[in-house]
Nanobody, 131 residues
Framework: QVQLVESGGGLVQAGDSLRLSCAAS????????MGWFRQAPGRDREFVAA???????????DSVKGRFTISRDNAKNTVYMVYLQMNILKPEDTAVYYC?????????????????????WGQGTQVTVSS
């Protein structure tokens, strides 16, 4: 059974930092791309960042470049960990953040940015940034 479980969300003030974690298990994700998306109330879900588990290449939305960093750990006991370090948080970063896994073009450098390209999703973790 595939599971993606996010953690690390919370309520912070503008300018603070948070680190989100995603634990992916239930299959071999080695060739996958892992992404972070977010959805604010009344808005569509949007791409935040993505990383290739095999090569480690990354991609970011313009709105978070220079502030957010996506990273991953090598799999341990078939659990793959992906992180999103969020610095200099702004009120407009307030959203539910989702971790997702894409099997599109495995072991390539392609990093999907559309949510329809991702097969597995976590339940989300709330991030609230107060001004």
């Amino acid at each position: 059974q595939v599971q993606l479980v996010e953690s690390g969300g919370g309520l912070v003030q503008a300018g603070d930092s948070l680190r989100l974690s995603c634990a992916a298990s239930g299959r071999t994700f080695a060739g996958y791309a892992m992404g972070w998306f977010r959805q604010a109330p009344g808005r569509d879900r949007e791409f935040v960042a993505a990383i290739r588990l095999a090569g480690g290449n990354t991609n970011y939305a313009d709105s978070v470049k220079g502030r957010f960093t996506i990273s991953r750990d090598n799999a341990k006991n078939t659990v793959y960990m992906v992180y999103l370090q969020m610095n200099i948080l702004k009120p407009e970063d307030t959203a539910v953040y989702y971790c997702a896994a894409s099997s599109k073009l495995p072991y390539s450098v392609y990093l999907p940015k559309e949510d329809r390209e991702y097969k597995y999703w976590g339940q989300g973790t709330q991030v609230t940034v107060s001004s």
